[in-house]
């Protein structure tokens, strides 16, 4: 990565983290659109940086540019809507378009297995929670975020150095360390021309069933881990029902009681 | 032009369009005979008014969905009442585009999958998008802020998560036992017969697990007699009571593609897809048009037939209780089906899974187990058992 | 008051393992309905095609619009005396007075307005009238557009007469003793015989 | 064709915002979904460098993964429903006197 494209992503970062700060809800002060623009200007300038690895455009490239361009607006939208409910429905649609990027990396079984499990059991039990739980009105707590400025500039640095040191991928060290690996498929090194460091880049796919592999994976080498996840969610399953079967007062706590007969005047519906 | 329509992405593009505008018909229609079936078993007429036998009613109710006035009431969430009825609309079609209509297509010398899109992990697909089916109630029903609405939306919640489960085991059976998650692969080893005679179709091999299957495709599809979600006489209308004009219409034929959907799948799955035996235009070495054309009103009738049985189902049953729907699902389903599922593995480790009797034979063996719980348990179909009411009693106010 | 010997005691029935199954019992349910539907689909239903095809009523007592009766000399035969409005539970019926044109009675309605839409059609109207003067028909498909539309006038309500008087003539009210205003076919009730005599 | 070093980044950014996210907000429930929102972005990274080393442990680390949110989400809603029904409240500040 040549310094240009390295200061160029940089301040895509920067104009981000202002969009995000902008958008994050705190009180009166939010202002969404602004930072909606600060958001446009770092997608923009982000795909700059991006399309500089491009090597040789084809579809897959412009799925790649609208499925990324839409989980991050999404996940922009999670962190920053001040409606649970929202923040949920976003997320499913990271998921969704994270689910097509896998897609493109040809893991359709982990992107599918994604649907059904984030977005077809998970997010479900998460909206279910939520709606019981929140009203229709914003709470104080959902209108104003907690040091806002501080959390955005520590995740945009980190995501400035995480983003970097990946964009610098050495395929040599990689291939070094793939040695051991048991399922193995071609993968060609092509060097990228334009700043003389090498990427790596895959021109075949996958030849057997990517489901075969997954789970001759999972059932060979990492059985053992299967069996723990396993393990995990019975006991996750043990705790949860432990959890939430019994409701236990709390010592010389009384819940406020709800104002009775005022709902729909002080108390919106749920 | 030709070359590439009849490559396999034209061919895709075109089945797309084919099957996204002839399932609208294919579904407005499907609430005509709802109906007239409806009329018939309670002795009455049915729609006979528009068109000769009510033949244009779907039209008119178009028509009418179309011209009403579109309320959206003040006191909702505007932009999740707008979106469910879509996303309920959307996420019954986008199903369809894995289910293979009419087998392949030797054109020009290469054959081509009748099928949108032939996925490696089709079956998956379908799974995830039944998944996915469940938002346009949650969302209605909590975007309409109305208490009714809300019950539905929870109760639909609850029983899809439920009801995943047996669905889930019932297509890892399957998936076990014909060894691919393609769906294409699935149809072609049940176009074999036993003895020359008999379709080696998965409802012989395993009818309890299609027996089960069908059951969760009920419950999945919203449908009666697992509707609760809709219960009128509770809930007035369910999540959809504050829905109108085009967005009610949209539920509406949101829920029948819904059902067009499941019947499909299950026909692909137990039926053999497009296969019927003993006409040749429905084996999978015919590949000419009419054999594709054949292949797909085979499977076209086969989708019938199922959407015939829900409707049948539907105006027999009365509604289960809430209660009776969960332990149908955790204490009936769910134990069935993964007793089911340990004896197909069983079986596949002996290479027995393909084999009549054996299969059959566990199928009856989970059965007889179940008649036998069945038959000891000493709880009544009323939901009242001794000590039902204590749950609750002595807990803080929530 | 709930007596002890009215108290019904009620258990649920038992159940076979066959009913707790569901499925048998679904099934003979299944068979029933899909009889019932092969015999619709043979046209045995039980539906009346309502414009064309009627059902049978009965003329002489079916509640449907209001008439206000003409006597003998087409002269409406109300003579106002409020006994309907008054009875009317619906409060529906107003009528306002005026000295009658003619020699046989004191008072005729100027206006006799009825409410179809809040009438019940309970027929109290119908039984508290003296000289038979406001009649239910058999005529119920009464349709309008507007809520003002419903609210038929005195001129209406004896159109409704004149347009039902074939399908039911007013009976023959022995009080007042006007003839020739039309028997009620097939029935030989002492009314008839008795409004004959005077004649 | 796309080199792999854009997927490392798209992932990158998601997992600094749920950083963002799991930092700021004070509802319980999206600071929940913005640890997911961070698991997102790691199963897009694992399975990218997996597809650079042409193997698919990536993909079965996802699926691991996929494992560990479904537990996560359990006991973790199952805590939110506990702790909204003591506290009437999804702040989580409701509970800071937690602390020490």
């Known amino acids: ?270 | 032009m030709w070359e590439f329509l009849t490559s396999q992405m034209g061919v895709s593009i075109m089945l797309a369009a084919v099957v996204f505008g002839v399932m609208q018909g294919v579904v407005a229609y499907s609430i005509y005979f709802e109906r007239k079936i409806a009329a018939w078993i309670q002795d009455r007429c049915g729609p006979n008014r528009v068109g000769p036998f009510g033949l244009l009613q779907p039209i008119a109710d178009g028509v009418k969905f179309i011209f009403k006035e579109d309320v959206i009431p003040g006191h909702v969430d505007k932009v999740l009442f707008v979106l469910a009825p879509t996303m309920m609309f959307i996420i019954a079609f986008i199903g369809l585009a894995a289910i293979p209509w009419g087998g392949q297509w030797l054109v020009d010398g290469k054959l081509v999958n009748i099928q949108v899109s032939n996925p490696d992990i089709g079956l998956l697909y379908l799974l995830g998008v039944g998944g996915m089916g469940v938002y346009g109630v949650v969302l209605g029903g909590w975007a309409s802020n109305n208490k009714y609405s809300f019950y539905g939306a929870i109760r639909a919640t609850a029983q899809m998560l439920s009801y995943e489960i047996p669905m889930g085991l019932c297509i890892v059976i399957v998936v076990l036992t014909m060894g691919s998650l393609r769906l294409e692969e699935i149809i072609l080893p049940q176009t074999a017969y036993w003895s020359g005679a008999i379709p080696k179709w998965n409802i012989f091999l395993h009818p309890l697990v299609f027996l089960i299957l069908f059951i969760t495709m009920l419950a999945e599809a919203n449908r009666a007699p697992f509707d609760l979600a809709e219960a009128e006489q509770e809930l007035v209308g369910g999540f959809h009571t504050e829905y109108s004009a085009l967005k009610f219409g949209m539920f509406f034929l949101g829920e029948y593609a819904h059902m067009i959907t499941a019947s499909a799948f299950i026909s692909v799955m137990f039926l053999g897809g497009w296969h019927l035996p003993w006409l040749p235009w429905a084996q999978p070495e015919a590949t000419s048009f009419a054999a594709v054309i054949v292949k797909m009103l085979v499977l076209g009738g086969k989708i019938a037939g199922f959407l015939f049985l829900m409707m049948w189902i539907r105006w027999t049953l009365p509604r289960f209780r809430f209660d009776q729907l969960m332990r149908l699902a955790w204490l009936g389903l769910i134990p069935m089906t993964l007793g089911l599922f340990m004896i197909t593995v069983g079986l596949l480790y002996f290479g027995l899974h393909r084999s009549w009797a054996w299969t059959c034979g566990g199928d009856t063996v989970v059965l007889v187990l179940t008649l036998m719980y069945v038959a000891v348990s000493r709880r009544e179909v009323s939901g009242r058992t001794p000590g039902m009411n204590v749950i609750g009693v002595g807990t803080a106010a929530g | 008051m709930i007596h002890d010997e009215d108290i019904l005691e009620l258990s649920e029935p038992s159940l076979s393992p066959a009913e707790k199954l569901f499925i048998p019992q679904i099934l003979g349910g299944m068979v029933t309905t899909i009889a019932h539907m092969g015999k619709s689909m043979v046209g045995q239903n039980l539906t009346v095609q309502y414009p064309e095809q009627k059902r049978d009523i009965r003329l002489e007592n079916y509640r449907g619009v209001h008439r206000l009766n003409r006597d003998e000399k087409d002269r409406v035969a109300c003579v106002a005396c409020f006994m309907c409005s008054t009875a009317c539970p619906a409060n529906c019926i107003h009528i306002e007075a005026g000295e009658s044109p003619w020699e046989d009675r004191e008072k005729y309605p100027v206006k006799f307005d009825i409410d179809e839409l809040r009438c019940i059609f309970c027929g109290m109207c119908e039984e508290a009238c003296p000289v038979d003067a406001i009649e239910l028909t058999p005529h119920y498909d009464l349709v309008g557009r507007s809520r003002e539309e419903m609210i038929l006038d005195k001129e209406e309500l004896l159109a409704v007469y004149d347009a039902t008087r074939e399908l039911k003539p007013r009976k023959n009210p022995h009080v007042t003793g006007y003839i020739g205003t039309g028997n009620r076919p097939g029935v030989t009730s002492d009314a008839n015989n008795i409004d004959k005599e005077p004649s | 064709m796309n080199s792999l070093a854009e997927y490392s980044v798209i992932s990158a950014i998601l997992f600094a915002l749920g950083l963002v996210g799991f930092l700021t907000r004070r509802n319980l429930i999206v600071i929940f979904l913005s640890t997911e929102l961070m698991f997102q972005g790691i199963v897009l990274n694992v399975v990218t460098y997996a597809r650079l080393h042409g193997n698919t442990d990536g993909q079965a680390f996802g699926l691991f993964m996929l494992v560990i949110a479904a537990v996560e989400a359990g006991l973790a809603l199952g805590m939110i429903v506990l702790l909204y029904r003591r506290r009437g409240t999804l702040d989580a500040e409701a509970w800071s006197f937690m602390h020490g």
């Open chain 1, 1 to 270: 990565m040549t310094p240009e494209t390295a200061y160029l992503l940089y301040f895509a970062f920067a104009l981000g983290g202002a969009g995000v700060y902008f958008m994050l809800p705190r009180g009166e002060a939010t202002k969404p659109a602004v930072g909606a623009l600060f958001g446009l200007g770092s997608l923009i300038a982000l795909s700059l940086v991006l399309s500089t690895r491009i090597i040789t455009p084809d579809h897959t490239t412009y799925y790649f540019y609208l499925f990324s361009t839409i989980a991050i607006a999404a996940a922009v939208r999670v962190i920053t809507h001040p409606k649970p409910v929202y923040s949920a429905l976003y997320f499913i649609l990271v998921v969704i378009s994270v689910s097509a990027l896998l897609v493109l990396l040809e893991a359709e079984f982990l992107a599918v297995a994604a649907i059904i499990v984030y977005a077809g059991a998970i997010m479900v039990t998460y909206l279910f929670v939520i709606m019981l739980a929140q009203q229709t009105s914003t709470p104080h707590y959902d209108s104003r975020s907690r040091e806002p400025l501080l959390a955005v500039m520590a995740g945009f640095v980190l995501m400035a150095a995480i983003a970097t040191r990946s964009a610098d991928i050495a395929p040599s060290r990689v291939v070094a360390s793939d040695a051991r690996s048991q399922v193995t498929s071609p993968v060609v090194l092509v060097s990228d021309g334009a700043t003389d460091e090498p990427t790596g880049t895959i021109n075949e796919p996958l030849t057997r069933g990517n489901t075969l592999l997954v789970g001759a994976s999972v059932m060979t080498r990492y059985v053992v881990v299967l069996e723990i996840s396993g393990v995990l969610l019975l006991v996750s399953m043990v705790g949860a029902i432990a959890m939430s079967r019994k409701r236990v007062p709390m010592e010389g706590y009384r819940p406020a009681a709800p104002p009775l007969g005022q709902i729909g005047k002080e108390v919106e519906p749920y």
